[in-house]
């Protein structure tokens, strides 16, 4: 059966580090494909038999963005496996990003005006507000913090994933770097005792056994985690029930390195019988792709 994958976002949010990673894990890509083309390519697509196709569709198709969510719902009602990986970063980052790259943006020529250039952030909000309805009812990732390693990782874990049932996914955060966009339920597990305060603990992460010995020794740090498993246990199916393809529950602490991140951990232990599950931490932990 034909797997489709269509990669979408915020130009510099870094789908063109989705779409190689994806053509390195044998995927037939194809990059800035107009939106009336896609369901005529699918359909050659399977017709030639092949397995999995990539597609990058983005702000740069004008006039068609409009369709794009439309032809989607036509194409699942169809029978087609297609999954939607939406590609976001906030402006800052964004901003920070073409300043490195020194990449016009793609929508600069069609706002100028009288032969005077838009600002940057006049085109990354108009752009905003074209994918919006995209956004909305698609599979988000937020790359402000990540490395292009971690990206890599992350697509490959979810074009892994089976599509049905829903993909639950725990994402550890840092609040001083803000509440990841791409979060569905965030849990502030800020109160726990902090482990950075300790000297011996500080160098080390959640996923570490000394951190996590120290952690559970806490009475408040198991009821917390048994609070959210109940809340999860409860509402879980309701979720499902909402035709939801994916529920990410993102767990953050100030530095998103080890309250957060054991937290993640000992969640996943806890719904390891659900497939599929995926597990994220923002924060780039020592044994993670650079």
Request: charged letters at 25%; one cysteine or more; hydrophobic letters at 40%.
């Amino acid at each position: 059966m034909l797997s489709v994958v269509l990669i979408t976002g915020i130009s510099g949010s870094g789908k063109s580090v989705a779409l190689r990673m994806l053509e390195d894990a044998s995927y037939t890509c194809i990059d800035n494909l107009p939106v009336r083309f896609l369901s005529e390519f699918v359909a050659g697509a399977r017709d030639d038999g092949l397995e999995r196709v990539a597609i990058a569709i983005d702000v740069r198709s004008p006039g068609e963005l409009a369709e794009l969510p439309g032809v989607l719902t036509a194409m699942r009602a169809m029978g087609t496996s297609l999954r939607v990986i939406f590609l976001d970063a906030n402006t800052n980052t964004l901003a920070q990003r073409y300043s490195e790259s020194r990449r016009r943006h793609p929508l600069t020529d069609r706002l100028s005006r009288g032969g005077q250039a838009p600002s940057l952030l006049d085109c990354i909000s108009l752009e905003r507000d074209l994918l919006a309805p995209l956004r909305e009812q698609e599979h988000v990732i937020d790359t402000s913090d990540l490395t292009p390693g971690q990206l890599r990782a992350w697509i490959r874990d979810l074009v892994q994933a089976d599509r049905p049932p829903l993909v639950l996914t725990f994402e550890s955060f840092a609040y001083k770097r803000g509440v990841p966009s791409d979060a569905d339920l965030v849990f502030d597990v800020r109160c726990l005792p902090n482990p950075y305060y300790d000297r011996t603990l500080r160098p080390l992460t959640g996923r570490d056994e000394p951190v996590a010995t120290w952690l559970a020794s806490f009475d408040i740090v198991g009821r917390m985690i048994d609070d959210i498993t109940d809340y999860l246990r409860r509402w879980l199916p309701q979720y499902t029930q909402d035709t939801r393809n994916y529920l990410t529950v993102g767990i953050g602490c100030t530095g998103g390195q080890h309250r957060s991140v054991y937290v993640v951990e000992q969640l996943a232990k806890r719904f390891s019988d659900h497939d599929p599950l995926l597990v994220r931490h923002r924060t780039q932990l020592p044994d993670e792709p650079q």
